[in-house]
């Protein structure tokens, strides 16, 4: 068998138990091909004695993964957006391949060797960074945009270190401005090329090809498109992801936008784990054996230092805090292509093996830590912007909201969407109300616009008293966290037990607990979105509309009793938090020698396994309202309602006796 396909049958089987594995555990997918390289690498099961072998093969994963990226942004979006690229983006590089390239010169290391250096430590990682943030869904908020934005320029400022490098070690006297005059003019061309053919050339290619209604085309003429525009720019010397990326940013607008991007993913998917493997075999243990101490310091000065230059481009930018600080946490690992300045460095000896394996470990290091601190840079962000503007918040909220005057008002905690819808509400009706939220930005974007709102966390009687809540008629709470709600609204019945509280939940599985708290009416969001659908159905099946309210009404009284439950699938996820607050409906045939034949509901108690009958059917037909009397026999089809171990506790006894 070829050597080559059994090499990468080994590195595929090796990712395929370690991202299982992974997931298991809760770790990201990322991490999981990273180990699967350093295994199949020559430091271990030497699978891949050379790992450079991948590297074509992986940098076209890279090259799916941009293109991907370009089809999330148009032309008008990405000039919108030109103050982050070009400012933001421009600050970051610089002020991060200044600091590092003084800290390398200061060590002692040569002055070409520290620009060197400098370029490294300035880029970040695309391949990580993209995949993370479109797998947590968070691609399109401005954190996110801010921190791609950095990574657009980060790609266009590769080409003058790629080129810059073979002139240090050079001895020709080659003047650097006139070759990143070249470079310049060359990216010129090539932007121009690009875009010309992709406003006027591809939606042409792409109607032909969507009216032969062919899938196999449709795919293959994607792939195509993708890989031609990536090597048009890398022969003339440019990153081959940059053409990806412009490529797809043409076809944004187009209508084939969301099927280019699902006939891609599966490719991309695939070869971005071979790419984070090819990484992962670059790791020389003996290295970070021997030099992990000084691995790990190096790490954590990188991505402290970066950070804190980011946050600073950011402020001079005039950008905010808090996505600013999100930003710069996504941002604050090594990236791909520092590994390939690396390389590149010492095949034209401006470092030598040793110092580029250094800094290889680190650049591995820091992209293992990334998954785990972009899952959670806002809440990062959000601490370390605070701590800004809490002070001020807390200091000055009297002035601008004055609630000693209000009675009978509605306090609403939370100013997230649904609390500002709600608020729009109330201000049509003329109903006075005072907000209460912990996010000190949106509470100053807030206050700017003449809200009346107040920064603090609900959850004490301080920030309470302030909103009079022992005055007011009514509160809301509007936030997703049923636990930080139940404090809350333990805090307010002690302030005015008489206070109606209304909370939003997001599912019905928190209703007992929020109830349990003190809460008048708890609104499930599930549950009401189906209400009002059912609702729109019964009317234009003919219901009249006194009925349809008095069966809405009757339904939130019982506290949606009938909407309780449902048949599980095969898509159903149960899991530690979930299995004990999910409540399925099941069917249990009962068979001949079943122990519940004879018995009467009465004598099954099914209320002891703490289950709800939903419903008995007898030869195919439905029993009206079956008594405790009823005999069951065999054939009967028992419906039952609960959390799954008591649904399968009641058909072991339906079934056995047990």
């Known amino acids: 068998m070829n050597t080559m396909l059994v090499q990468v049958i080994g590195l595929m089987a ?54 991907s990226l370009g089809l999330e942004f148009s032309l008008p979006k990405l ?42 430590a300035a880029l970040s990682s695309t391949a990580i960074v993209i995949k993370q943030v479109s797998e947590m869904g968070i691609l ?35 003047s650097l401005i006139v070759a990143m005059g070249v470079a310049l003019f060359k990216g010129v061309i090539v932007v121009t090329v690009l875009l010309a053919a992709g406003k006027w050339l591809l939606p042409h290619v792409f109607r032909e090809v969507a009216s032969a209604r062919t899938d196999e085309l449709f795919v293959l003429t994607t792939i195509v498109v993708a890989l031609m525009a990536a090597g048009f720019t890398y022969a003339f010397g440019l990153s081959m992801a940059l053409g990806a990326f412009l490529a797809g940013m043409m076809l944004s607008e187009s209508q084939y936008r969301y099927q280019l ?15 984070f493997a090819t990484v992962g075999m670059q790791l ?48 604050c690992q090594m990236g791909e292509f520092s590994f390939v300045l690396a390389a590149l460095a010492v095949t034209y000896g401006v470092l030598d093996p040793r110092e580029s394996s250094l800094l290889l470990s680190v650049g591995i290091l820091s992209m293992a830590c990334t998954p785990f601190l972009i899952s959670r840079s806002q809440q990062i962000a959000s601490q370390l912007s605070q701590r800004n503007l809490v002070s001020h918040l807390s200091a000055n909220h009297a002035q601008n909201c004055d609630t000693s005057s209000m009675v009978g008002h509605v306090v609403l905690v939370g100013f997230g969407r649904v609390g500002q819808s709600a608020v729009r509400m109330l201000k049509l009706e003329g109903i006075q109300f005072v907000v209460i939220d912990y996010d000190p930005i949106r509470v100053q974007e807030s206050r700017g616009a003449g809200e009346s709102i107040l920064f603090g966390d ?24 049923p636990d930080k709600a139940a404090k809350v609204i333990g805090v307010a019945k002690q302030m005015q037990p008489a206070l109606d509280i209304i909370v939003r939940a997001r599912k019905d599985k928190q209703l007992d607990d929020l109830y349990s708290a003190g809460a008048t009416q708890v609104v499930p969001e599930l549950q009401e979105g189906s209400l009002m659908l059912i609702s729109q159905v019964m009317h234009y099946s003919g219901v009249p509309m006194s009925r349809i ?31 004990d607050k999910l409540e399925f409906i099941h069917a249990v045939i009962v068979s001949t020698r079943a122990y519940a034949v004879g018995k009467t509901l009465a004598q099954l108690d099914l209320a002891r396994s703490r289950v709800t009958l939903k419903g008995l059917r007898r030869h195919q037909q439905e029993v009206e309202d079956p008594q405790p009397e009823h005999i069951i026999e065999a054939g009967d089809v028992l419906v039952i309602s609960g959390k799954p171990r008591r649904v399968e506790r009641a058909e072991r006894h339906i079934l056995e006796g047990h």
Request: hydrophobic share 55%; charged share 15%.
């Open 79 to 120: 000039v919108a957006m030109r103050h982050m690229v070009f400012g933001v983006g421009t600050g970051q590089v610089l002020l991060t391949a200044v600091a590092f390239g003084f800290l390398a010169y200061f060590v002692g290391m040569s002055m070409n060797a520290a620009i060197v250096i400098g370029g490294i």
């Open 284 to 331: 020389k243990l003996d290295i970070l054996a021997t030099q992990l101490h000084w691995i790990i310091l190096m790490t954590l000065i990188l991505m402290l230092a970066k950070v804190l230059l980011m946050q600073a481009a950011a402020f001079i930018c005039g950008f905010a805090s808090s996505d600013s600080w999100a930003a710069a946490i996504k941002l």
């Open 458 to 481: 609900a959850a004490q009687k301080d920030i309470l008293r302030s909103a009079a809540t022992h005055n007011a008629k009514l509160m809301l709470i509007t936030f997703d966290q």
């Open 261 to 275: 991007e699902a006939d891609i993913r599966p490719f991309r998917d695939i070869l971005m784990g071979l790419f």
């Open 14 to 67: 090796i990712a395929v138990g370690l991202v299982w594995s992974f997931k298991r555990l809760g770790l990201p997918p990322i991490l999981a091909y990273l180990v699967a390289g350093v295994v199949a690498g020559p430091e271990l099961m030497n699978l891949f004695a050379h790992p450079e072998q991948m590297h074509l093969l992986a940098e076209i994963g890279i090259v799916f993964l941009l293109f």
């Open 140 to 174: 399109q908020n401005q954190r996110t945009q801010m921190a791609i934005s950095v990574l657009l320029f980060q790609d266009l400022a590769v080409v003058p270190f790629l080129i810059a490098i073979p002139l240090m070690a050079s001895d020709v006297e080659t």
């Open 549 to 579: 309210l008095k069966r809405v009404r009757a339904e939130r009284k019982g506290r949606y009793d009938h909407m309780h439950g449902f048949y599980p699938g095969e898509t159903t996820e149960i899991n530690h938090d979930t299995q």
